[in-house]
């Protein structure tokens, strides 16, 4: 079994410290700290159209302590696997729009330090403020670009070159209406979004249109037929999961808080609009589910193409000495045949029947475009 688990690299732990001084906070007192987050998250339940009430010192630092960490390890995940894909080929501009503290921005560039022009766009002047402050020097801020912008207005923000750029927005998708004009002529998409069925299902249906419109899916789909969660399912969304290894000074604060990330789950697409995808996915599939235990048989669902299918395996009946089945969630694999399909399942006979790629194995996409 291939797990991903992500942190927070420990850089940002003086930068956020410097940063909550000001607001009254720190964390060495993860009792305050604590409330600050109840107090944020009462917020968002009882408001959840509400936008993020920047203004408010409690808001600031429960973001910062808080949504910023985990929503860095969401966006590393997502950056590692189109590094691996070598999705970033030819890239050198990205646009995190709405990039709030950072946390896609700093993780997208902390792995793929390729951008030599980075743009963050909100409509926040607070959080971009705190952007600006967990940009240390000697990393990002030479050519960090941080810029307050109206809602509706979007006049001169996709002007420059779009054949090399990424168009990032991490959790804010969520909340916008539509993708902003000039977004979708950006060579690169990469959007991430709470793993909630409205949200997930949302995006599944981007997916479709970006597929309408000549792009290449690179991520997490491993083909480009109909989505089988969308057309097979009424209910069901696609969703990654990934290991959280909190820093200390988070888990302190965690213990004052009911709500514990052991694991962090979101929804993410990655699409090019004229590099094709490497060849070597067509042969690949996505793991989409968690393994699920049923009486005798374990069952896990997988996406391969536009048929909803699960892998299904039963431990008792596996050859002596064959090694146990695992598989995570999010990871691809190969599926090494032929193999015993039973209506949407496809049946394992033994361990050396399904290979889980590592999430670090490196892959060559085909340089020139379409
Ligand atoms: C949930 S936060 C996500 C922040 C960050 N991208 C992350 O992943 O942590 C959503 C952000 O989108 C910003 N936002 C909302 N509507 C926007 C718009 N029309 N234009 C630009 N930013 C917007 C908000 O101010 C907020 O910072």
């Known amino acids: 079994m291939h797990q991903r688990r992500f942190q927070l690299p420990q850089v940002y732990e003086p930068l956020i ?24 998250s009462d917020f968002y339940l009882s408001h959840p159209e509400g936008k993020t009430p920047w203004k408010e010192t409690w808001a600031q630092a429960a973001s910062l302590a808080y949504y910023f960490p985990l929503n860095y390890a969401r966006n590393r995940a997502v950056a590692l696997e189109a590094h691996r894909l070598g999705f970033f080929a030819g890239l050198d501009q990205m646009i995190d729009f709405g990039c709030g503290m950072g946390s896609a921005l700093h993780a997208f560039l902390d792995l793929a330090p390729v951008f ?3 743009r963050g766009l909100d409509v926040a002047a607070e959080a971009l403020d705190i952007c600006r402050n967990l940009s ?34 991490s959790y804010v998708y969520t909340e916008l209406d539509e993708l902003p004009r000039g977004a979708l002529e950006s060579e690169a998409i990469a959007i991430i979004e709470p793993s ?15 597929i309408d419109s000549g792009h290449q899916i690179w991520a997490p789909c491993t083909h480009m037929g109909a989505c089988p969660l969308l057309t097979h399912s009424e209910k069901d969304w696609c969703h990654d999961r990934i290991h959280w290894d909190a820093p200390s000074w988070f888990s302190e604060m965690e213990k004052h808080l009911p709500m514990k990330n052991r694991t962090l789950t979101f929804s993410y697409l990655l699409a090019r609009r004229t590099l094709p995808r490497p060849d070597a996915l067509a042969s690949l599939a996505r793991l ?55 209506a949407s399942e496809v049946r394992l006979p033994n361990a050396d ?14 340089t020139a475009p379409r």
Not at 199 to 208: K, T, V
Not at 292 to 310: A, P, T, W, Y
Not at 353 to 366: D, F, G, R, W, Y
Request: glycine share 8%; with cysteine.
């Open 17 to 40: 410290e410097r940063t909550l001084k000001p607001l009254g906070y720190s964390l060495g007192d993860p009792l305050k700290l604590s409330q600050a987050v109840r107090r944020l």
């Open 116 to 118: 030599q022009d980075v």
């Open 136 to 169: 240390s020097s000697d990393r990002t801020a030479s050519h960090l670009d941080l810029k307050q912008i109206g809602h509706g207005n979007q006049k001169g923000l996709f002007d420059q070159d779009s054949t090399t750029r990424l168009f990032l927005a």
């Open 196 to 210: 909630t069925q409205a949200d997930g299902r949302r995006l599944m249906q981007l997916r479709q249109e970006l």
């Open 288 to 342: 989409t589910g968690d393994t699920l235990i049923e009486k005798g048989k374990n069952r896990q669902s997988v996406c391969r193409g536009s048929e909803r299918e699960f892998l299904a395996w039963f431990p008792q009946r596996m050859p002596k000495g064959s090694p146990a089945i695992e598989l995570e969630r999010g990871n691809l694999i190969e599926l090494k045949g032929p193999l015993e399909q039973k």
């Open 353 to 366: 029947a399904v290979i889980e790629l590592s999430p670090n194995l490196q892959m060559t996409p085909k």
